[in-house]
Structures are given as C-alpha cells and as structure tokens.
C-alpha cells in the first residue's frame, strides 16, 4: 500500500526468541525501573540511531545539556537490530536506540527493554495516542515515540479527470474508480500491491478498525478474521480478482515509472516519502494531487501510520535521563524545526499532538497541482490515526509468515481470507508453543 515502506522483518523475526512471560503485563527488565528515583549528577548515556540528522541534534542537545551527555553511534545496517539483541545480551547495550514499532514489541516480548512507565508520564500528553500506543505494547511503556508516518493519497489529477474519475472518498469508491478507469483504458491500474509487501492489508486492517493483537488480562486475544479484518480483506480481495492494482516490486527502482508514467494512477503514500517521489517522477510533475486517504466508514474516518520509536534498553541506569532526552529530540520545537527541513534528510514527520507548524516546509513544491490544500490533508491524516492497533509479542515473525502467502494471494492462488484464517491458526500456535497465553477472537 504505501510505497516503499516494505516491512523487512524476517531477519529480525529469525533471531528473536520471545520470552516465556507475557510482556503485556511485565517489564522488560528484572528490575522495578519505572520506579527508579530521578538521577542526580552528570551522567554520560550511549544512543544507536541510523536516521539523518540526529547526530547533529545531540550536539545541540550536549551543548544545552551539560548534566546529561549523548553518546551518538551510527548503527545503520541490516543487522543493527541483530547487533543490539547481541549487545544486551553481553550487558553492552547503549541506554537508547532508534526503534521502529514493530521491533519495540518484540524486544519487550524477549526481555530487552527497560519499563519507563513511571518516568515517561509526564511526556505522554505531548504525542497522539497512537503513537504512544505504539511505545507501550499492553500499557507498560518502553520508549518515547519518534516519529510517525500517517497515510494518505496522491493521484494523478490529469488522468483521473481524462478518466471520468474523481478522488476516492471510500474503498469502495477506489474499487468502482478502477472499473471505470479500465473501461476506457483496460491497461491502466487504480492501485499497486507487490507480491513481497502485505502492507496493504496491514493499512487497510487498521484503517478498519480490526484488531488482530489486543491484550485482555493476562493473555493476548489474536483476531485475524473479526468483520473488521475481513472487511479489508475484501477490499484487497476485489483489487486482485479485479486486476486494478499494478503489481511493481518496491525493491525495484524502475517501480517509480509505473506512476510517472500514469500507468498506476493513484496511491496511498506518506509524508517522509513525498521528496522521493519530487526526483523520481519527471514527466509527472505538477499533475500530482493530494486527497484523504478512502475511508470504510466516511463518518468516523481514520488511517493507519508507521512509528519511529526511542527506545530504553535492558541495563539502562539512568531511565528518568534518557525518557527526558527522547522526548526533548521527538518534540521540542528546537529539534522537530531541525529535524522536518529537508536539509537534514532525517525524513522525519512529528508524532507530536499539533504538527502543524512542520508541515508546509516537507511538501515538494513542484509535484503537486495546487489544487487541493496539501498541508491540510496531512496534518488531517496525522490526527486520524487508528489508535486500537496493537503490535503483538510475535508480530515480526507473523509478517515473516504473512510474506510468504501474500505473493499466493497476488497470484490468485489462495484467497485473503484463506490467508486471514490460516495466519489465526499460525499466530497462536506460535505463542502458546513458547508459552504465551493466547486465545482466538472469533
């Protein structure tokens, strides 16, 4: 669905071992943290992150802050989550480290995070809850949300009106524009899902409303097929038995022309994405247009968002520290001013309540058409983001799973809800395997 944003877990997903207790309803460290008492005297804390731009906003930060020092590693790579399992284990871990959330639940499953429930309260007004349901997995809370990164459409502007089409308020409205778009040009598609990337079905799953991960007591309650789900579902069903969606791999570079070529003419995409697609699409530029992302019930509208996460790793000994760090780098107005320009290349949208005055200065200014008000549907999509959606205690290793039938499903070999029905069954036979109170929704 948004392009580019592939969630490539299966390496991570191969070297996690999930711990035998519910991470829901414990901390990840042995040690009651989240109590600690504040800090006293100057402390020095190590920081992995692999994001542009940061480096430079820990010198601002070290510079104002001469009781807390920031200890910048450049940890990019493939293996940066494998090399922060291996450091905690050897009880070498940096105090903090980027994380997206996905990872940020699965290392809190395993026991590799430190609970900071108590010492990052006092910040937790500052973010949406979305994204603060993104750094507490169950309601004990990890890390300082990031970033975000909420959903919304881009379209071509020029063939929606030479097609007959207008921007899709709804899914369904999508699936009949595709039709309509076919009838008169049969080789053109509304939408692109490649057969590596379940994202789609992600997105549009929390988009929804489904909740395939929610913690009730003191078990996991794992709903891949309530009407939610299978409601999305249908969506990609009727895209696929269609064929009104493209089917480009997003680890291809030549994926771009399927767009500027108008081939593809429409799809969900996010704010760090658009300067990619300013370069990369020179024979379309200024025919672009932004709208809402469709919507299954116009009424009660909302989308779905990846998070960027800081987060407390097992053996920090200074949590009060680092939670106060983590959210002076994701909110204050100093760092987010910063780490929004284009300059930086952070790619960086806030996950703060009011993004507003971050928004304007990330819209590409000669992709779009003018038409719309660009910055209004993004800072729109920022506060629509579904909050229910919960990352389980094996939700890497499920995606990993959900790879390899997604590219059944593009070929018209298995059914989404075959897919949908088959992931229930794998997901809780893989936590209770490894001692994880888990139970079917429906």
Not at 117 to 139: H, L, Q
Not at 184 to 198: H, L, Q, T, W
Not at 281 to 300: E, I, M, N, R, T
Not at 378 to 394: E, F, K
């Amino acid at each position: 669905m948004s392009q580019f944003r592939s969630r490539s877990l299966a390496a991570a997903a191969a070297a996690a071992s999930l711990s035998l207790v519910l991470a829901a309803c414990a901390g990840g460290d042995d040690t009651d943290t989240s109590a600690a008492p504040k800090t006293k005297g100057d402390v020095t804390l190590e920081f992995w992150s692999w994001t542009d731009g940061i480096e430079a906003q820990t010198k601002v930060w070290n510079k104002e802050h001469p009781e807390t020092q920031i200890k910048f590693v450049n940890a990019a790579g493939e293996t940066a989550y494998q090399k922060l399992r291996a450091s905690v284990n050897a009880d070498t871990a940096p105090c903090l480290s980027k994380m997206d959330g996905m990872n940020l639940a699965n290392f809190a499953a395993d026991g590799l995070l430190t609970d900071i429930t108590k010492v990052a309260e006092p910040y937790k007004d500052k973010y949406t809850p979305a994204a603060w349901n993104a750094v507490s997995p169950g309601g004990t809370t990890f890390g300082i949300p990031m970033g975000s990164s909420p959903l919304f459409t881009a379209y071509r502007a020029d063939l929606f009106e030479k097609y007959g089409i207008e921007a899709p308020k709804t899914w369904d409205d999508l699936i009949a524009a595709g039709k309509k778009a076919q009838n008169k040009n049969k080789d053109v598609k509304i939408y692109n899902m490649a057969g590596e990337d379940p994202s789609t079905l992600v997105d549009l799953s929390w988009e929804a409303g489904a909740q395939w991960y929610k913690v009730d007591g003191d078990h996991w309650v794992i709903d891949f097929t309530s009407p939610e789900a299978l409601k999305a579902g249908e969506i990609v069903q009727q895209l696929v038995d269609n064929d009104l969606a493209s089917n480009a791999s997003y680890a291809d570079p030549g994926v771009f022309k399927t767009w500027d070529l108008g081939k593809t003419v429409a799809m969900t995409t996010s704010t760090w994405q658009l300067p990619i697609y300013d370069t990369n699409f020179p024979k379309s530029q200024g025919k672009w247009q932004l709208a809402d992302s469709p919507a299954f019930d116009p009424a009660k509208p909302q989308t779905s968002s990846n998070f960027d996460t800081t987060a407390v790793l097992k053996g920090c000994k200074y949590p009060d520290r680092a939670a106060e760090f983590a959210s002076w780098l994701s909110s204050s107005k100093e760092s987010l001013t910063a780490l929004t320009d284009p300059a930086s290349k952070s790619g960086l949208f806030p996950a703060v309540n009011d993004v507003s005055p971050y928004v304007d200065k990330i819209i590409p200014t000669g992709m779009f058409n003018k038409e719309s008000d660009s910055a209004q549907i993004i800072t729109t999509a920022a506060s629509r983001v579904g909050d229910q959606w919960q990352y389980g205690p094996n939700y890497a290793a499920m995606y990993s799973e959900m790879q390899k039938q997604w590219g059944k499903v593009m070929k018209k070999e298995l059914t989404v809800k075959e897919m949908l029905t088959g992931l229930q069954k794998w997901t809780l036979d893989d936590l209770n395997g490894k001692g994880i109170k888990a139970v079917a929704g429906s």
